[in-house]
């Protein structure tokens, strides 16, 4: 069955980095899209970026374009969100998706929170 594992949040001061990875396994991930998504406490899940199946493509929201990289490593089965110049607005739990055969499936999430 479909699996996804992020990993990598934490606490961070404004200005910082963190790198958050998403295992995946169940399907053959270097024909999926992926994406990951963020939700902040009383607020809807919303998309924050997408990365093709070969990696040549990706989408930012526009909060997070210039701070934010989408990346892959298909041998390894895993996405990666590189998160720079981090803002307290970036505080959400974040999530790894894949669209697979008609079903949204999404990982256990990974909570990023942005404080001095």
């Known amino acids: 069955q479909v699996q996804l594992v992020e990993s990598g949040g934490g606490l961070v001061q404004p200005g910082g980095s963190l790198r958050l990875s998403c295992a995946a396994s169940?399907?053959?991930?270097?024909?999926?899209?992926m994406s990951w998504y963020r939700q902040a406490p009383g607020k809807e899940r919303g998309m924050v970026a997408v990365?093709?199946?070969?990696?040549?493509?990706?989408y930012y929201t526009d909060s997070v374009k210039g701070r934010f990289t989408v990346s892959r490593d298909n041998a390894k089965n895993t996405v990666y969100l590189q998160m720079n110049s981090l803002r307290p607005e970036d505080t959400a739990v974040y999530y790894c998706?894949?669209?697979?055969?008609?079903?949204?499936?999404w990982g256990q999430g990974t909570q990023v929170t942005v404080s001095s």
């Open positions: 998706n894949v669209a697979y055969r008609g079903q949204n499936y």
């Open positions: 169940g399907f053959t991930f270097s024909t999926y899209a």
């Open positions: 990365i093709s199946p070969g990696g040549g493509n990706t």
